[in-house]
């Protein structure tokens, strides 16, 4: 989406002739629907890109902070990526000196829509969600036990501050009566340091390319546990199913075909106790997709709201070890 036109910050412009980029007969206007930076749409010189810069304070209503060095390593994640899939990766045009803005190519919707937009209008291609899951475990398989990608994705504090607290020990608070285990699968993906972890793998950041998924907002790139990308995606492929219940069906092949095609680049650890983990770490993220401090806004009613804490609820009390188990109570808790 975007907003009216607008003068673009001095320090953008400043950036852009860093570039190179001398602004002749420049637009410009902001890009609106983020909660985590500003980003901005500019055309000039004949080039259209995005300018995306984080911000400290995220615009969600609960107090959420995060440090903006994140957006540097936002740029690293594209660039390690793009070693390994660079079809994936929006093509980069610059970083500023700081770290904390840089530049992309503008990816224009009538080529690349958003996957979410497509979910949401209906249209579930599952050949599309076993693309994703090919790439993002080619990704995982690409970076396992590499100690230079290890080195240089030391985050920490930053995945914590955006992941973890907003999310699982955010919930937790909510709910004490569940606190002991939420805080246990935090502190077991807070410690599990395995691969290159981009951290908001979502349908709202991955555009439908001609050549396949685009991967964008790596801010919260991690070394860490890969299973927390692959939970994080699957989780909204089941909450898709409550504003869109006639595509429950295609929803869950989508959600069988990402499983289908991840699962064959596990190498790094046993591939059983990678899907255990993933299986417990998944209704932990349903809860905080309603209960955390990041509630997706398209579970609107409070009767779809029960029925993803009651569903997570069961798959909290007897975490299960496969992610069939998950689907399936989840179809369960759908028909209730």
């Known amino acids: 989406m975007t907003a009216p036109e607008a003068g673009l910050p001095d320090d953008m412009r400043r950036f852009l002739a860093d570039l190179g980029i001398q602004g002749r007969d420049l637009r410009a206007h902001p890009l609106t629907g983020g909660v985590s930076s500003d980003i901005w749409f500019v055309e000039a010189d004949g080039r259209a890109l995005c300018i995306k810069r ?58 690349y829509p958003l996957w979410k937009a497509l979910l949401l209008r209906g249209k579930v291609d599952a050949d599309f969600a076993a693309a994703v899951g090919g790439i993002l475990g080619a990704i995982h398989a690409g970076t396992a036990g ?59 950041n991955i555009l439908a390319g ?32 409550l504003p869109v219940r006639d595509c429950t069906g295609p929803l869950m092949d989508a959600f069988d075909r990402m499983i289908g095609a991840y699962l064959p680049h596990v190498t790094w650890e046993d591939a059983g106790g990678f899907e255990s983990r993933c299986a417990a770490l998944l209704p932990a993220l349903m809860f905080a997709r309603v209960d955390g401090k990041s509630p997706v806004e398209y579970v609107t009613g409070e009767t779809d709201r029960e029925i993803v804490r009651s569903v997570a609820r069961s798959l909290l009390a007897g975490p299960p070890d496969r992610l069939s188990t998950v689907r399936q109570r989840w179809l369960d808790g759908l028909r209730r």
Do not use: Q
């Open 146 to 204: 590499d100690d230079r990608t290890a080195a240089a994705f030391a985050t920490d504090a930053s995945f914590h501050a955006l992941r973890l607290e907003p999310y699982l020990l955010a919930t937790a608070r909510r709910h004490p009566d569940l606190a002991g285990r939420l805080e246990a699968i935090a502190a077991t993906t807070g410690t599990t340091r395995l691969a290159l972890v981009h951290g908001d793998v979502s349908p709202k």
């Open 210 to 241: 001609p050549e396949g998924p685009v991967f964008l907002d790596a801010e919260c790139a991690w070394y860490g546990d890969p299973a927390f990308d692959l939970a994080f995606c699957l989780n909204h492929l089941l909450l898709k199913c």
């Open 54 to 111: 984080a911000l400290p304070t995220l615009r969600v209503a609960a107090h959420w902070t995060a440090p903006i060095e994140r957006n540097g390593y936002e740029y690293a994640w594209f660039e390690r990526v793009r070693e390994i899939a660079p079809a994936a990766v929006p093509p980069l045009i610059g970083r500023h000196a700081d770290g904390n803005m840089f530049a992309m190519a503008f990816l224009p919707a009538d080529r």
